[in-house]
């Protein structure tokens, strides 16, 4: 074989090893579900700071007093994924369900916005059918630098708000993050039971 073509042929390996390494794969705790893509920037000490693909998610969002989101905000989404659609797909289901917690709104700023969202599954990632619902839209998040604190267990708004602040604690420096706003993330259907895997996300500042 010519010298030009083994150089060739190196640098094509190479190329695809580097590719293959840097690829996300889907975490176990993604149970065989699409999951958004990520890439592990660093790991901490209770924490990590994770890179994300651009993605487009189905949405839906409310105000409340009480911090807590509302059932039927699941609902709305579910019923997009079930068929209420323009073009009447079948959606599967992803993970996770990802909720953005944005508090302090309000004339009195004792209200907090919650958007919950569905990732669409990675082949409809491109054009995604638009819901029926006019309160259900389809949102892209860009690429986004978070922090991310995972635990387990059954998880519920007073457990987030104090993984919050514990990841706030560790990271122990407020300008490497928005404070506005934060996510919660979970992964698991109510009848999992064991091995539950939750997060709780603080956007990096860039």
Avoid at 11 to 35: E, G, K, M, Y
Avoid at 52 to 80: A, C, H, I
Avoid at 111 to 121: A, D, G, H, N, Q
Wanted: hydrophobic share 35%; with cysteine.
């Amino acid at each position: 074989m010519p010298r030009l073509a083994v150089v060739s042929l190196v640098l094509l390996v190479t190329v695809s090893t580097i590719t293959a390494i840097q690829a996300p794969s889907n975490p176990s705790f993604c149970r065989n579900l699409d999951c958004p893509r990520y890439t592990v920037i660093n790991t901490f000490n209770g924490y990590e700071l994770r890179r994300y693909e651009p993605s487009q998610w189905v949405g839906t969002r409310d105000v409340t007093r009480t911090n807590q989101r509302n059932p039927k905000m699941f609902w709305k989404l579910f019923s997009y994924i079930s068929g209420n659609n323009t073009e009447g797909l079948k959606i599967p289901m992803t993970a996770p369900v990802l909720n953005v917690h944005t508090p302090g709104v309000g004339s009195n700023n004792q209200e907090t916005v919650l958007e919950m969202l569905f990732m669409i599954p990675h082949d409809k990632q491109p054009y995604p059918p638009y819901p029926v619902d006019p309160t259900v839209y389809i949102t892209r998040l860009p690429a986004l630098n978070v922090y991310v604190k995972s635990y387990g267990g059954y998880s519920n708004q007073k457990k987030k708000l104090r993984r919050v602040e514990e990841l706030k604690s560790e990271i122990n420096d407020k300008t490497l993050y928005y404070s506005d706003h934060f996510y919660s993330a979970g992964y698991d259907s109510p009848w999992q039971m064991e091995n539950r895997h939750n997060e709780v996300w603080l956007a990096a500042r860039q």
